[in-house]
């Protein structure tokens, strides 16, 4: 064996992975083992924001397509990060919680004790946002964050033109209490990218009882009488089992987290017959409610160059907008982009800024499936993007009030034709056909390990594989919803949670195991 003397195995060096590790290993008694399929040295660009869009599809991504989509007749790219930090490492760096709403309605689909206020202190925990002094945020948390020092002048004209249009200013658009517009925190500090890696892992790797091993594989899940007793990983052309004696914690995300299990014979035994996986555990809500926040573009050339901000994303501010003015919840997201942002095979101009609009709610979900026994085989992702009509009437009443931002007089020194989707799109034929052409993933996947006490459930509310000791799952893929917001943020605080209730765990408080659930084999 690698070592008998792991406490912790903890999968995945992304955003939920560097929490863990950092926060298990502060107890010097426990050995923290943390594994990563991707480099540890960080590439160059990555420290720069405004380069984020070059990263997709680099070495730092694992790559891969969704399935052909219903909707649009094609796959789409699915973005993901590879490396330490993961996607923190290569994301767009806007750093702020859903609406509130979106997590009170987790307790009502089994999540008991994971609405807002159950959140608030680990989202406090993970961050360092002293500028905002409000009492629901954080400070002297690992992730300085902060809006833009130096807006740049079109994202600055395009927040005027919000409010012009009669939107709301939100004064902390980051804290998930307001629906309105305004400068969203970003997770970067003095001009350069801060990720997971940054900010929880790289100060603490110095420690003698946390070891962290890059470049390797983990190919299965070691599961013997109903408990998870370690991994396989391989490390070039060797396979190395390791034995853990407390926990092993998954944080591979929403699609390597279900693929793990399920190459490890936990899911649904039918498709994982068809895989050629022998069942150890029958969970058949692994892999499923897959979701992700479709997202498109209303495209305008610029009357004069659009500055250069390196040192801010390009997505600045943003605002949370109700279309139907009797929900409760917010359900589209505004963002602003400093740059011509689109679908990568849609023409349009090279210098330019970009009102970009995405369903917060949607009503589509998909699954995750395996495409062989292997977790070299690359996964088969259906994310379903707008495979529900209501997704569909929210992006195109998100075009509407794209297009409403984007003729305010505010804009008017900066604004040159409207290069996507052009000028005669109105109607709800040509609106569709637009919203097949422009549609990308906004890389925010969740809900495949979805927390509850229903049949469907993968977790229960510690976070514990229903059905097998010794296994969490602890990042993005145990949200039973998204929420209304990019999902990084909320994925720190989920895994601060995850620490505290592994840590409980080890010291004999909260709930008990939950118990078997149709084990198999």
Known sequence: MESANYDYVVVGAGTAGCVLASRLSEDASVRVLLLEAGAERPLDMMAVPRAWPALVGGSADWGGTTTEQAFTGTEIPLPRGRGLGGSSSINGMNFLRGHRSSYDSWPGRGAAGWGYDDLLPFFRRSENAPGHGSSARGVGGPLTVAPATEPNPVVEA????????????????????????????????????????????????????????????????????????????????RSVPVECDREVVLCAGAIGSPQLLMVSGVGPPEHLREAGVETALDLPGVGANLQDHPLSTLTYASRRPVPVTPGNPPGEALGLVRTDGTADA??????????????????????????????????????????????????????????????????????????????????????????????????????????????????????????????????????RVRGLAGLRVADASVMPAIVSANTNATTYAIAERAAELVKQGSRGEGAAWSGPVQPRG
């Open 330 to 463: 917010p359900d589209l997201q505004i963002l602003f982009a400093s740059m011509p942002l689109r679908a990568p095979t849609l023409p349009g101009p090279d210098d330019g800024y970009a009102i970009a609009f995405s369903a917060m709610n949607p009503y589509s979900s998909g699954t995750v499936r395996l495409a062989g026994p292997d977790v070299r085989d690359t996964p088969l992702v259906d994310p379903d993007y707008l495979g529900d009509e209501r997704d569909i009437a929210t992006m195109g009443a998100g075009l509407r009030v794209a297009r409403e931002i984007g003729q305010a007089g505010a804009l008017a020194g900066w604004r040159g034709e409207e290069a996507l989707p052009g000028p005669d799109v109105r109607d709800g034929q040509a609106v569709r056909a637009y919203l097949r052409q422009s549609l990308m993933c906004y890389f925010h996947y969740c809900g495949t390990c979805a927390i509850g006490d229903d049949a469907m459930a993968v977790v229960d509310t510690g976070l």
């Open 158 to 237: 395009c927040v005027g033109a919000a409010l012009e249009a009669g939107h709301h200013r939100a004064t902390d658009v980051s804290a998930g209490l307001e629906v309105g517009f305004g400068w969203c925190d970003n997770n970067i500090v003095s001009g350069v990218r801060q990720s997971a890696a940054d900010a929880y892992l790289r100060p603490v790797l110095d420690r003698p009882n946390l070891r962290v091993l890059s470049d390797v594989l983990v190919r299965r899940l070691r599961i013997v009488d109903g408990r998870c007793v370690g991994v396989v990983y391989t490390a070039g052309d």
